[in-house]
């Protein structure tokens, strides 16, 4: 109460407010003229942390991971609770995300290249048929984006990128490391999904450059390139 006076006072008379309130003026000097006590000073030094740890998160930390990051980054022990109580006076929140995030969006202007795989991850030799495909790897600072393209005939990830966005450079990015190292057959597949990234004007003229053939599933079948671009049973870049 004696803090809502002190934070009011400019704006009204004391002597007003606590006749408001019903507690005295002479208790409201003697509260100001008392040294702050210890749990004070101690939560004025939180939320000096708190505000410094929520503004290197980009404003997207909760009190469960501003807690953990006191505990290991700043060697101070606290409950969730107080953290959460410091950010509502400091009136900062974190972001609750989604459990997911679509990777996959078709251009409706475009038109998908051919299905030239059926189905048939199955290669001969080396670097006749690349698979693509993106996910996401969720971050304390946010979601990122992994493009990744695998030669199906060693299921090793030829190339591979990774950002913040989705934009065509994304998937660029990943076929331009695997031509860079991996020996790549004339004519040889490329076989992703109709996502707007694989459809791009940008991303056809590179295959073609390339010297690949453009392949892509069946709209909205998870079973195609997940079955060949299952990142878990893949082995490191090689």
């Not at 606590?18 to 939320?47: I, N, Q």
């Not at 400091?90 to 078709?106: E, K, N, P, Q, S």
């Not at 991850?121 to 698979?131: R, W």
């Amino acid at each position: 109460m004696f803090e809502f006076i002190e934070r009011e006072k400019t704006a009204f008379d004391v002597q007003a407010i606590c006749r408001t309130l019903g507690v005295s003026a002479s208790g409201y000097y003697a509260w100001k003229s008392r040294p702050p006590c210890r749990r004070w000073r101690e939560d004025e030094r939180l939320k000096t942390l708190i505000a410094e740890i929520h503004r290197f998160s980009r404003g997207t930390y909760g009190a469960p991971r501003v807690r953990a990051e006191l505990r290991f980054a700043h060697g101070v022990r606290c409950s969730e609770k107080r953290v959460a109580r410091l950010m509502r006076v400091l009136d900062i929140h974190g972001v609750h995300r989604r459990r997911g995030r679509r990777t996959t969006v078709r251009s409706p202007e475009a038109a998908p290249a051919p299905d030239l795989v059926q189905r048939n991850f199955q290669a001969t030799g080396p670097g006749q048929l690349l698979v693509a495909d993106i996910t996401y790897v969720p971050t304390w600072a946010g979601f990122l984006f992994l493009a990744v393209v695998v030669d199906a005939f060693s299921r090793a990830v030829a190339g591979w990128s990774m950002a913040n966005h989705l934009r065509t450079e994304l998937v660029l990015n990943a076929l331009q490391m695997a031509l860079r190292r991996r020996r790549i057959a004339p004519g040889a597949v490329h076989h992703s999904d109709q996502g707007s990234q694989y459809t791009s004007i940008a991303f056809g003229q590179h295959l073609r450059e390339a010297g690949l053939l453009a392949s892509m599933g069946s709209r909205g079948d998870a079973y195609d390139k997940d079955h060949a671009t299952d990142c878990t049973s893949l082995p490191a870049c090689v």
